[in-house]
């Protein structure tokens, strides 16, 4: 049976240990909001005002039309024409251009005709998933002006309404909506999904470093020789982390309400909770780390990767957990940050309350159990063991 107030006067003194070393104690509040920021702004997966240039061979009215599809798309960023694709070599290998947009010659002369008419579209395709999405944009662009010319040619031999036309080339019409993200803005997504990163690497490190710096100093000794039980220890230990990442997780969630615009639609009841055992259980981590380690070198790298390969491969963030391997589906759900990233994206943009992540919740609190007991069976007052 824990002694409360053991417990207290421990949490008391790694606070003070905590607020003593000013370095250390800005950096547990520093180090969150940078990293938030920083990737924020940096992990965007909007494809938007991709530099290009456009090669004319043919320079006629209707080539130039089909140029202003592109140059007018706010998804391009129209860098001028060039004489031949010669020229733009330099551009693309410099990367100052994503893509060359080259009309052949005669290319009036075949439409007029009635005859297909290739345009070419060279992308850089370094990174595939930009790549593949210019391509769709390329694509969309091109099949709008293809229909266009259509209903005109229609319209012009049958003597039909533009109504009538557009009814029988596409019989059957497409009505798209998007839940959740109308605007589709990634920042949403992604800026509130990395608040589960963070703070599941910021916590971790921060009690890792915290227990592993008594060893070193060697005022772990003191607690070796004293009646402290271990489970007081560790829970002394633990809950200074809990409130200061609790404070950062706060912080982070105003953030992106803030900074990234993002909206909350969800019960803010819940997400109090969840964030409370979310840094408790990535906090837990950190202590269980220390037992293993004796530097905290060693206690930061560790408790770094640990943390920060599960945040980013397999809590959902950057793909979808059904869309992982059988062997990554397990991995998943063996950490914390996949629940954690449900009851996020759930409380701020599908507008979710208890009724339906409760059960994120209580598996949560479960992560809480799991990663405190172990580190209490991992923690030893003999020296030698």
């Given at each position: ?38 990737l ?12 290009f ?13 089909y140029s ?12 001028g024409h ?27 002369q ?5 005859q ?51 009814a ?25 999904g990395l ?28 607690i ?9 220890f560790i829970?002394g ?23 990234f ?37 060693a ?19 950057m793909?979808?957990?059904e ?18 990233l ?31 007991s172990?580190a ?10």
């Amino acid at each position: 049976m824990m002694n409360l107030h053991t417990v207290k006067t421990l949490a008391y003194k790694e606070w003070l240990e905590i607020w003593r070393d000013r370095v250390y104690f800005s950096m547990a509040f520093i180090f969150p909001v940078v990293m938030m920021l920083v990737l924020g702004f940096g992990l965007s997966f909007d494809v938007e005002k991709m530099p290009f240039v456009i090669v004319d061979y043919d320079n006629s009215d209707e080539s130039r039309e089909y140029s202003y599809k592109f140059t007018s798309s706010r998804y391009f960023d129209y860098k001028g024409h060039a004489r031949s694709t010669k020229e733009t070599e330099t551009l693309v290998a410099k990367a100052d251009i994503r893509f060359v947009l080259v009309i052949p010659p005669e290319f009036s002369q075949k439409i007029k005709r009635g005859q297909r008419a290739q345009i070419q579209a060279l992308i850089d395709g370094m990174f595939t998933y930009r790549a593949s999405m210019v391509s769709g944009y390329l694509a969309a662009i091109n099949g709008h002006y293809n229909a266009q010319l259509m209903r005109s040619w229609a319209m012009k031999n049958s003597g039909m309404t533009e109504h009538e036309v557009q009814a029988m080339l596409s019989p059957v019409s497409l009505e798209t909506r998007y839940l959740y993200n109308n605007e589709l803005k990634s920042i949403w997504s992604t800026g509130t999904g990395l608040i589960i990163l963070v703070m599941l690497v910021s916590p971790a490190m921060l009690a890792a470093l915290g227990v592993v710096r008594e060893k070193e100093t060697g005022s772990i000794f003191n607690i070796y020789a004293s009646t402290v039980s271990r489970a007081e220890f560790i829970t002394g230990k633990l809950l200074p982390y809990v409130l200061i990442s609790y404070i950062n997780i706060s912080i982070l969630c105003l953030l992106a309400l803030w900074i990234f615009e993002a909206p909350f639609k969800g019960e803010l009841s819940l997400l109090l909770v969840a964030n409370l055992f979310y840094v408790a259980s990535a906090a837990a981590i950190g202590i269980l780390v220390s037992t293993f380690v004796k530097s905290q070198a060693a206690a930061a790298l560790i408790s770094m990767l640990g943390t920060m390969i599960p945040g980013i491969m397999y809590s959902g963030l950057m793909m979808p957990v059904e869309s992982m391997s059988a062997e990554a589906v397990v991995e998943a759900h063996a950490f914390p940050a996949m629940y954690q990233l449900e009851i996020i994206w759930g409380a701020f943009l599908k507008g979710q309350g208890w009724s339906e992540l409760w059960f994120n919740i209580l598996i949560l609190f479960g992560f809480v159990l799991l990663f405190w007991s172990l580190a209490i069976l991992r923690f030893h007052k003999r020296v030698d063991e």
